[in-house]
């Protein structure tokens, strides 16, 4: 899409998400969509109707940032999804070099390859699996090198089950991520490939997708059912990668003394094929003496 139909897009789905009780808006009769009208966001924004018809329908190309900045407070925007907004309304420089394959910078390789008891691994721009030690790949598929994490998140079973009722939250979580990144760069060929294929495969893709929620990747916790070490509750950190373009290197852990940090211990003695301590025969142990 041009970027003026990209900004229309991403208008009409904001829009569709608001409830106008929210704005103090009065009922006018039954709505035939759910969300604010048209008018009712020009209103709020401070311009005309038809002007906000034009930048829907991808008719006004040029929108001067004080309209921009009036439509992310009509919309209840925040800072990232503001910037987004301005992203998508700035023209796409001609002639841009197409993608370059990803390459992770050697220290960070060595980095992450090296760490003993902690899962890490190097994700890309759009979620492709760049580079992962051993801990990281046994806790879950979904961070084999070659991989990726979006596709896995949606596609792959196993990844579904092993977050259970937190899936849901951690799936919308990865497209907005994919989102922040995406703006002019939706007509990346990669990415038009992923999201198409992921569009046909998966309703719920698709339904997260046309929402347009922007959030860039950010630290956490999920809770997983790991099937050879049981359930855990593991915080990750994302730390950018610098001189590379949208990498971030993924690290989990568990709080100290916990059952999540014996799990993953657990899981680290079996992935290095080591002999794991069993807790109940050290807990007898210690009562004997």
Known sequence: MSPSSELGAYL?????LLRPEDFGLADRGRRRVPGLRREEVAQLAGISAEYYLR???GRDHHPSAQVLDALARALGLGAEATAYLHQLATPVPRGRPGRRPERVP????????????????????YQDVLVANDLATALSSAHRPGENALRSAFLDPEVR?????DWARIAAGTVAS???LAGPESRDAHL????????????????????????PRASG????????VGPMELSYEKLAVTGTEGQVLVLFHADPGTESARSLALLAHLT??????????ERHGARRH
């Open 106 to 125: 050697a220290g960070t390789r060595r980095l992450v390859l090296s760490l003993i008891g902690v899962p890490a691994l190097v994700l890309g721009r």
């Open 178 to 180: 994919v989102r922040a």
């Open 161 to 165: 089950a092993l977050y259970g009722d």
């Open 55 to 57: 930048l829907e329908q």
């Open 12 to 16: 009409r789905a904001r829009r569709d």
């Open 192 to 215: 038009a490939q992923l999201v198409g294929e992921l569009s046909v495969r998966s309703e719920e893709f698709r339904r997260l997708w046309a929402r347009h929620d922007v959030a």
């Open 272 to 281: 290095a094929g080591a002999t794991p301590p069993n807790p109940a025969q």
């Open 221 to 228: 916790s999920s809770v997983l059912d790991h099937p050879q």
